[in-house]
Nanobody
Framework: QVQLVESGGGLVQAGGSLRLSCAAS???????MGWYRRAPGKQRELVAQ???????NYADAVKGRFTISRDIAKNTVYLQMNSLKPEDTAVYYC????????????WGQGTQVTVSS
């Protein structure tokens, strides 16, 4: 089992910034780490991902505003969110997915991000 502890959510005005953190209880080597979100009434969607080899990819809606990064020594992944918009309001979830054992996948408990207009 892997525990993922998320932090950094909150309430911010449009145009503001937040940084989410996700600390894993196990090494994130050979792991694809991602941030997903679920807005009210919508399906969960991928926001950003950093692969086991350090490649990043982003949803079109957040490109240029969000940055995903990782600290392997701390088993932690971050999501820096700038120029936030009301449509970014959602519960954000951290995802841990092994590239070696594809069934080895875990989710964080979620952290609420609310952007006011």
């Amino acid at each position: 089992q892997v525990q993922l502890v998320e932090s950094g959510g909150g309430l911010v005005q449009a145009g503001g910034s937040l940084r989410l953190s996700c600390a894993a209880s196990r090494s994130i080597l050979s792991i694809n780490m991602g941030w997903y979100r679920r807005a009210p009434g919508k399906q969960r969607e991928l926001v950003a991902q950093v692969t086991s080899v350090g490649r990043t990819n982003y949803a079109d809606a957040v490109k240029g505003r969000f940055t995903i990064s990782r600290d392997i020594a701390k088993n932690t992944v971050y999501l820096q969110m700038n120029s936030l918009k009301p449509e970014d309001t959602a519960v954000y979830y951290c995802n841990y997915h092994s590239v070696l054992i594809t069934t080895d996948e875990y989710w964080g408990q979620g952290t609420q991000v609310t952007v006011s207009s």
